[in-house]
C-alpha cells in the first residue's frame, strides 16, 4: 500500500489544483476560526445587550476551543471533497486508471487506494483541526483541558463522510464537471430538506408534545453535520428550549451507517465498472 501511494502521491505533488484547493483549505480553516475569534472579541464583547448574557462566555477558552474550532471548520469541508471528485474523475478521463491495470494494478488495489487518500485527508484535515484549536485555546490564556475533544472525532466522521461520498460521486458519474455540479447539487437540495425537517420537527415538539429529535440529522450528510454543534451558552441555551432534542448517539449510529454505505457501493463501483 505504501508503495502505492508513494505513486498517487507522484502523481498529484505538482498538480495546480491539488496545491490550490489544500492552500485555500489550510488558510480556510485558520482564518474561518480567525474571524470567528475576532468578532467575538471586538463586536459581540462590546455589545451591551448581548455581552450580559453572554457573560463569562469564551469561545476559544481550552474549555470550548476543540468544539467551536470543529464547528467552524466543519463549513469548509466541501474543498476536500471537491480536490478528491476531481482526483478521481481525472483517473477515468485521461485513462490512467487503465494505465494501471496494465502496468500491472489489481482492480482491488486501484480501488484500495483511493479510498485510502479518502482517509489521509480526512486524517490530516483533522490534524490541521486539532493544532488551530490548540493555538487559539493558548491564545485566550484559559487553563488547558480536554472538554469537547469529542468534537474533533466527530470532525473527522464528518470530514470522512464528506470524502467517501466525493468518491462514491465521481466512480459513478466519471465526468469532473457533472460529479462537481452533482455533488453541490446534492449538497444544497439535501441541506433545504434538512431545514424543512427541522422546522417540522420543532411543529411536532411544541404543537404536538412529540420530540422526534431534529429529524434534519436524519440525512446521509446531516447526520455528521447535526453532531458539529457550537457550543453551550447562554444564548443558545434560550434558543434550545423550543428546538426538538439532540439525540446523540442515534445520530452518531445513523452517520456511521451512511459512512458505511458510501464506502461499500464506491468500492462496488469502482471494482465491477467498465475501465
Known sequence: MLKLLKIEWLKIKNYNAFIVLVSFFALGVVASNFIVYSTFNNSITKSAGVSMIMAAFNPYSFYNTWQTTSYVAGWILMLPSLLLIILVTNEFTYRTNRQNIIDGWSRNQFTSVKMMMALIAAILSTVLVFITALVFGAASHTDFSFNGISHVGFFFLKALSYNMLAIFMAVLIRRTGFAIAVFFIYMGAENIISQLLDVWSVKLRTQDNLDLGSMGDYLPMGAS????????????????SAFATNFTWLVLGIALAYLFIFYFFGKRRMLRSDL
Not at 228 to 233: Q, S
Request: no cysteine; aromatic share 6%; net charge neutral.
Open 225 to 240: 453535520d447535526g453532531l458539529l454543534t457550537f457550543p453551550k451558552n447562554n444564548l443558545r441555551d434560550i434558543a434550545s
